[in-house]
């Protein structure tokens, strides 16, 4: 398992497409950040707080996570060498999990650059150190999970699908639907009674959750719970190539 970890790490590595999403995401937070002067401008809105990061970070992974992830299997079907993998002296989880984890490496990679963001603003603040570091770090730890979702949700439209531009749409058409769907749902009459149920089901609420600051067990349990099932749906479809 983990030499195909460390493979996989080194294919993305020694390709573009890590660099190019690193770049891309850091570009389009820093620009909203700190060059455009409405919205989630730091210097416009004259606080000390980073919050504008964890709310365009997700609108942006929902990009960028199936841009990584749609190559994982989808390329090994298209090349043939899906059988290769499959017949090593591994587990089709521990092939999942070695592509999950490099995935979700990645994500925190481009996560990493981003606390310059944090240490900017604890110097700009007035005195210098203020900033709710506590919310700050909570809301880190919720775009960790929300990342590895996309991953899982990523790997399994990757397990179904030779056409990675096809991986990608799926990606993120569910990851979107997680995301934003439930947040459209539940407001609506017919679900009245049950809008707080439906809300929950939803990555949004949880998300914000955690963001808060305060690390519930009820969203971990969330957020895990959704990886575990899209990384044991790809398992499913990895098994139907053996019926």
């Known amino acids: 398992m983990f030499v195909l970890l460390r493979k996989e790490i080194e294919g993305f590595l020694s390709s573009l497409i890590a660099y190019i999403v690193i770049v891309v995401f850091l570009f389009v937070v820093s620009f909203f950040l700190w060059v455009i002067r409405f919205g989630h401008n730091i210097i416009a809105n004259g ?31 298209k090349g043939g060498t899906i059988e290769t993998l499959l017949t090593q002296p591994i587990t089709d989880l521990q092939i999942i999990l070695a592509k999950f984890f490099a995935g979700f490496i990645l994500v925190i990679f481009s996560l990493l650059p981003t606390l310059v963001y944090y240490y900017s603003v604890y110097q700009l603040g007035l005195p210098p150190g203020n900033i709710d570091s506590g919310a700050m770090w909570g809301s880190y730890i919720g775009l960790l999970f929300l990342g590895a979702t996309f991953v899982a949700i990523g790997l399994f439209a990757s397990s179904v699908t030779d056409n990675q531009i096809v991986s990608f749409i799926l990606a993120a058409l569910i990851s979107g639907f997680f995301y934003l769907g439930f947040e459209f749902i539940w407001p609506l009459d017919i679900f009245s009674n049950f809008g707080l149920i439906i809300s929950s089901l939803g990555i949004v609420a949880h998300y914000e959750s955690i963001s808060r600051g305060v690390i519930d067990s009820r969203d971990l349990i969330y957020f895990l719970s959704v990886i575990a099932f899209f990384l044991l749906l790809t398992k499913f479809s990895l098994a139907s190539r053996k019926w």
């Open 47 to 77: 606080y000390a707080s980073i919050d504008g990061l964890f709310a365009i970070a997700p609108m942006v992974f929902l990009f960028l996570i199936p841009a990584i992830t749609m190559r994982m299997f989808a390329e090994e079907k």
